[in-house]
């Protein structure tokens, strides 16, 4: 093989790379967009609660997360796919529509799915940050993937702590 044609062949297994990279991180962008939004959402409905209270904490931390997200694209120089991210927010407003057992408003069951949605979001973001510290740690200064996992395992334990007692209320 002429050395022409291995670096063309570098050049296009770099490129794939990269491609592969961008389409991973944007599709985690939109579900952090959507959990951001959901977070936000579940933290109205249950305001003055101490549901209402974690679930705010939660989402100064999942915005914070997302923030993080952001920085890394741009360090590693991934465009942010806006289609994607508006996506995400209006599948989390369509997501409203669902039925939990009344026509309009917040049912007992609202936190229950809310939860368990975020759940989702939360253990989604916690692979990502495993599998990106264990392949791009020396591409990202600054960028701690270590303390993010720990972050979102904290994350998990607490939501399922919370979800357990929504379940006992709103299953009873």
């Known amino acids: 093989m002429s050395v022409a044609t291995e670096n063309s062949a570098d050049a296009n297994a770099m490129r794939r790379s990269t491609t592969r990279l961008s389409i991973y991180l944007n599709d985690h962008l939109a579900g952090s967009t959507l959990g951001v939004e959901l977070v936000k959402r579940a933290s109205s409905e249950n305001q003055g609660t101490p549901l209402g209270d974690y679930l705010e904490a939660l989402r100064r931390e999942i915005e914070e997360d997302r923030a993080t997200l952001v920085r890394l694209m741009e360090e590693l120089g991934v465009r942010r796919k806006r289609s994607k991210v508006s996506a995400a927010w209006i599948a989390e ?10 026509l309009t408003g917040y049912s007992p069951l609202s936190p229950l799915v809310e939860l368990e949605s975020l759940h989702l979001g939360i253990n989604g973001k916690l692979d990502m940050w495993k599998a990106l510290g264990h392949s791009l740690p020396q591409r990202v200064e600054g960028i701690d993937f270590d303390q993010l996992v720990r972050r979102a395992k904290r994350q998990a334990e607490e939501l399922e702590r919370h979800h357990l007692e929504v379940a006992a209320t709103a299953l009873s």
Not at 93 to 102: C, E
Request: charged share 30%; no cysteine.
């Open 93 to 102: 407003k369509v997501g409203r529509l669902k039925l939990n057992g009344q």
